[in-house]
């Protein structure tokens, strides 16, 4: 009976298969060994150890090219850009070895860095000179706060972290409002670094106090001076006031067109930001918010005194009678 071509490859493939597994499982009797241990990279598991698991993950990559799904540059142990029966040779040349160990090589030793002190000091952080670049800005506004950090200590410090605070007084502590933060890097001693960061000033007006600490380091040896002095600023605050409302026409017929003007002004010592500015009609000679508002305007910031002329384009009643207009900012 003649057999079909498939099934005779498909007996092949298998007899193939299982010679290359007993091979492999075989224990090996040359009393010639020109090598006990594998190298590494024939580890795949990174067992230690060159054996079945590791076979089983190279048979499923076997037969493979470069550029195919199953390839893999690590099976290709002669790196011709194919797994195939080279390969396997080299595998089974190594198989059951221990995995050759890798010596790390010894860290060099660092110099001491210039500055720093023989064993035995300590470091200690101060900060020194805390400076705002704007003592009096507007509600809001931004300004620098900067101080500088200095070793006063006999070693050198490890890098830390500087702490902003604002107070309610004129004594910075850990327990103030903290606002931003700094890195600090290594100090030698009497080696000092200036630091800065970028602070929006409250938004009512007032007399702050803003300064800084810095976080302690390992082996310290006065961690009770590692906050500045107070610095103060004044935050200047805007007050708007509306002045000089006016009608185009004060006796006109119902629904006819007029202009309501204002004068909006700011009588504070610090710049405005801007606003809008609320037309009303009332039904009384006092204008508040809670009239019926008719138009608005766009008011831009204004600095201390500055004045800004607005107006709005009007229609009266449609009934006769006296009525009432104004604004509020």
Do not use: W
Request: proline share 6%; hydrophobic share 30%.
């Amino acid at each position: 009976m003649k057999l079909p071509v498939k099934f005779l490859s498909f007996v092949l493939g298998i007899t193939s298969l299982l010679s290359l597994i007993f091979l492999i499982l075989s224990p090996q009797t040359s009393t010639v060994a020109l090598e006990t241990t594998a190298p590494p990279s024939l580890d795949f598991d990174g067992s230690g150890i060159v054996d079945f698991p590791d076979f089983l993950m190279f048979v499923n990559a076997f037969g493979s090219k470069d550029g195919q799904d199953k390839y893999e540059a690590k099976y290709d142990l002669n790196s011709d850009g194919k797994i195939a029966f080279e390969d396997l040779l080299i595998f089974t040349d190594n198989f059951g070895k221990n995995v050759a160990a890798q010596k790390r090589p010894t860290p060099p030793t660092s110099p001491m860095p210039p500055g720093q002190s023989t064993p035995g000091g300590s470091p200690d952080l101060i900060v020194e000179s805390p400076k705002v670049s704007d003592s009096s800005p507007d509600a809001g506004a931004s300004f620098t706060l900067s101080a500088t950090v200095r070793n006063q200590g006999g070693s050198r410090s490890e890098s830390t972290t500087l702490r902003y605070y604002l107070s309610t007084d004129a004594t910075i502590t850990t327990g103030d409002t903290e606002v931003d933060t700094d890195y600090v890097s290594r100090l030698n001693p009497s080696e000092s670094g200036d630091e800065s960061a970028r602070i929006e000033a409250p938004s009512s007006e007032g007399t702050y106090y803003y300064g800084a600490c810095v976080d302690a380091v390992s082996g310290e040896s006065d961690t009770g001076n590692n906050c500045s002095s107070a610095i103060s600023i004044t935050v200047l605050g805007s007050d708007l006031v509306v002045e000089s409302p006016t009608v185009s026409e004060s006796n006109l017929g119902p629904g006819a067109s007029f202009t309501l003007s204002a004068t909006v002004r700011n009588q504070g010592g610090g710049r405005s930001a801007s606003t809008t500015l609320r037309y009303y009609l009332s039904t009384d000679v006092t204008i508040t918010t809670g009239d019926t508002e008719i138009e608005t305007s766009y008011v831009s910031s204004l600095d201390p005194s500055e004045t800004s002329d607005e107006r709005a384009y009007l229609e009266a009643p449609s009934s006769e009678g006296t009525y009432y207009y104004g604004a509020c900012v």
